[in-house]
């Protein structure tokens, strides 16, 4: 594993932006604050979410993005960016969705997590860039992040190594899942794959398991 950090702990509460001729309720806005933020089985002390509906939850209490990813997006897509750019409660830098696997738990500060699933794009992104095409461009590289539960609560904070515990044995990479997802919807095997990881999140699961019946029913 790569000796990976935590660039910025952000958070944020949910406000009403303009989104075309109304308004949407979003919690993507998040900052980086001092010091350090104690992280409960349900998220970061200060921060929330609008939709609960698909955002938040045990399996999804911490959001992460790669500041490694920012040049990309940097480059005729989005302006400059900074820590909380994509709506993730932890900036990383030195790993990203090639270098996690899902299952994998970690030492942060205080707090052991776990990764749970990719981060799936919503059209929030475009609300917050103005940019239309935004989500369907993260789902397309496989550049999405990822969210992690929480296993033991704790305090952390900018600075801290991300330490991996434990490596989980099928080595499912978040790109690798993100390419299940999106790209092999046919390829029953590799869902199948996907869903032998007893640790992917109950959302991900779900759809997944309703695609594989839809295959199965074919043959």
Same mark, same amino acid.
């Given at each position: 594993?790569?000796?990976?950090?935590?660039?910025?702990?952000?958070?944020?509460?949910?406000?009403?932006?303009?989104?075309?001729?109304?308004?949407?309720?979003?919690?993507?806005?998040?900052?980086?604050?001092?010091?350090?933020?104690?992280?409960?089985?349900?998220?970061?002390?200060?921060?929330?979410?609008?939709?609960l509906?698909?955002?938040?939850?045990?399996?999804?209490?911490?959001?992460?993005?790669?500041?490694?990813?920012?040049?990309?997006? %940097?480059?005729?897509?989005l302006? $400059?960016?900074?820590?909380?750019a994509?709506?993730?409660? !932890?900036? @990383? #830098?030195?790993? &990203?969705?090639?270098?996690f696997?899902?299952g994998?738990?970690?030492?942060?500060?205080?707090?052991?997590?776990?990764?749970?699933?990719?981060?799936?794009?919503?059209?929030?992104?475009?609300?917050?860039?103005?940019?239309?095409?935004l989500?369907?461009q993260?789902?397309?590289?496989?550049?999405?992040?990822?969210?992690?539960?929480?296993?033991?609560?704790?305090?952390?904070?900018?600075?801290?190594?991300?330490?991996?515990?434990?490596?989980?044995?099928?080595?499912?990479?978040?790109?690798?899942?993100? %390419?299940?997802?999106?790209?092999? $919807?046919?390829?029953?095997?590799?869902?199948?794959?996907? !869903?032998? @990881? #007893?640790?992917? &999140?109950?959302?991900?699961?779900?759809?997944?398991?309703?695609?594989?019946?839809?295959?199965?029913?074919?043959?």
């Open positions: 594993m790569k000796d990976v950090r935590i660039a910025a702990v952000n958070v944020g509460l949910p406000k009403a932006v303009p989104n075309g001729k109304k308004e949407v309720e979003t919690g993507i806005f998040k900052h980086p604050v001092d010091g350090a933020v104690y992280l409960s089985k349900l998220g970061f002390a200060g921060d929330g979410q609008a939709d509906k698909n955002h938040g939850g045990a399996d999804k209490a911490a959001c992460v993005y790669s500041t490694d990813r920012f040049p990309f997006w %940097e480059n005729g897509v302006p $400059k960016l900074g820590p909380g994509f709506g993730e409660n !932890l900036s @990383i #830098e030195g790993g &990203a969705e090639e270098d696997c899902i994998d738990t970690f030492a942060i500060g205080e707090a052991v997590v776990q990764l749970s699933q990719p981060r799936q794009p919503c059209f929030k992104l475009s609300v917050r860039y103005g940019v239309l095409e989500p369907a993260v789902q397309d590289t496989g550049y999405s992040g990822f969210y992690f539960r929480v296993l033991k609560e704790g305090a952390v904070q900018a600075g801290d190594q991300v330490e991996l515990l434990e490596r989980h044995p099928a080595g499912m990479t978040v790109m690798r899942a993100n %390419e299940i997802k999106y790209k092999l $919807k046919d390829d029953a095997e590799a869902i199948r794959s996907l !869903l032998a @990881i #007893e640790e992917l &999140a109950d959302g991900w699961r779900g759809s997944l398991v309703k695609r594989l019946a839809a295959l199965e029913a074919e043959l």
